[in-house]
């Protein structure tokens, strides 16, 4: 599963992922009245959208429950409007990542390579990539940074998602399916929302499709549809790597690592994400 498409994810998602658990991410929130983390989740990630209600959230993040999305929707936008919500999310990544980069290495180059490669993102069937990348540029090499993350984590997920689709998934599945392979239950349940007989009820369905062994392990089925799915998913994030083109997707690398390095080190360990180790740079 070593891929490029792979590789370049592991170094911008830790960008994006400030937004997610930091404390000036959670603080930026709360100062545009989303108090709690999961009203400035639900409200920052879905913003770009415009004020929408729980459905196409919850079919496009996917991996929720549904009751646990319609308790922020659409309560949030009563709080907060979605360009306020937008307003909060690039404050709170700005607060976040200025400080991680101090004398890190080249943030505008950086900015300018992965700008260049989030606006050749293909976004036919993928509306959460469509949304942000519709929205206007920050004026800062920052901003500029951390949206063009955004942007091609989203494309990224939007494509995981009809890889997840084509293997016959459904959101609580996927959730038990990783918790099978590289996760927590404890940890990953309540995080996705789902109730212990809606969990019950998906395990019992990839039982029966040979994905689970009867103590609830992974069997070699579900592993080998890993391999698939995350083949797929990486063939469908490739295209703004093959725009970019080699020698300049060579240097993107090698300038934002240090900075991947520096932003990867202030989420916690364990994430829902399930974010891999960085990669390693060769002298």
Same mark, same amino acid.
């Given at each position: 599963?070593?891929?490029?498409?792979?590789?370049?994810?592991t170094l911008f998602e830790p960008i994006h992922g400030v937004t997610y658990?930091?404390?000036?991410?959670?603080?930026?929130?709360?100062?545009?009245?989303?108090?709690?983390?999961?009203?400035?989740?639900?409200?920052?990630?879905?913003?770009?959208?415009?004020?929408?209600?729980?459905?196409?959230?919850t079919a496009l993040f996917f991996g929720f429950a549904p009751a646990m999305?319609?308790?922020?929707?659409?309560?949030?936008?009563?709080?907060?409007?979605?360009?306020?919500?937008?307003?909060?999310?690039?404050?709170?990544?700005?607060?976040?990542?200025?400080?991680?980069?101090?004398?890190?290495?080249?943030?505008?180059?950086?900015?300018?390579? =992965?700008? #260049?490669? *989030? +606006?050749?993102?293909?976004?036919?069937? /993928?509306?959460? &990539? %469509?949304?942000? @990348? $519709? !929205?206007?540029?920050?004026?800062?090499?920052?901003?500029?940074?951390?949206?063009?993350?955004?942007?091609?984590?989203?494309?990224?997920?939007?494509?995981?998602?009809?890889?997840?689709?084509?293997?016959?998934?459904?959101?609580?599945?996927?959730?038990?399916?990783?918790?099978?392979?590289?996760?927590?239950?404890?940890?990953?349940?309540?995080?996705?929302?789902?109730?212990?007989?809606?969990?019950?009820?998906?395990?019992?369905?990839?039982?029966?499709?040979?994905?689970?062994?009867?103590?609830?392990?992974?069997?070699?089925?579900? =592993?080998? #549809?890993? *391999? +698939?799915?995350?083949?797929?998913?990486? /063939?469908?994030? &490739? %295209?703004?790597? @093959? $725009? !970019?083109?080699?020698?300049?997707?060579?240097?993107?690398?090698?300038?934002?690592?240090?900075?991947?390095?520096?932003?990867?080190?202030?989420?916690?360990?364990?994430?829902?994400?399930?974010?891999?180790?960085?990669?390693?740079?060769?002298?």
């Amino acid at each position: 599963m070593d891929s490029l498409p792979r590789t370049m994810w592991t170094l911008f998602e830790p960008i994006h992922g400030v937004t997610y658990f930091t404390p000036q991410a959670r603080a930026a929130f709360e100062a545009a009245n989303l108090r709690g983390y999961w009203r400035g989740y639900f409200a920052g990630r879905a913003a770009p959208l415009g004020p929408v209600d729980a459905a196409p959230v919850t079919a496009l993040f996917f991996g929720f429950a549904p009751a646990m999305v319609t308790r922020a929707l659409p309560d949030v936008w009563s709080r907060a409007t979605p360009a306020e919500a937008l307003a909060a999310r690039l404050a709170g990544a700005r607060a976040s990542l200025s400080p991680l980069f101090d004398g890190a290495g080249p943030v505008d180059e950086a900015a300018d390579l =992965l700008r #260049a490669a *989030a +606006e050749a993102v293909p976004t036919a069937g /993928r509306a959460l &990539a %469509a949304a942000n @990348a $519709a !929205l206007p540029w920050p004026d800062d090499a920052l901003g500029v940074l951390w949206q063009a993350a955004t942007i091609l984590r989203e494309h990224r997920g939007d494509g995981h998602v009809a890889a997840l689709l084509v293997a016959g998934l459904d959101g609580a599945e996927a959730g038990v399916w990783r918790a099978a392979i590289d996760q927590r239950r404890d940890y990953l349940q309540p995080a996705r929302g789902w109730t212990d007989e809606e969990w019950t009820a998906a395990a019992g369905r990839l039982r029966d499709r040979g994905w689970l062994d009867e103590s609830g392990a992974a069997t070699k089925v579900a =592993l080998a #549809a890993r *391999a +698939e799915i995350e083949d797929s998913t990486d /063939r469908l994030a &490739a %295209a703004p790597w @093959a $725009a !970019l083109g080699e020698a300049r997707t060579a240097r993107l690398r090698e300038v934002l690592h240090p900075l991947a390095v520096r932003a990867r080190a202030a989420l916690p360990e364990e994430t829902p994400i399930g974010l891999p180790a960085l990669p390693a740079m060769t002298p």
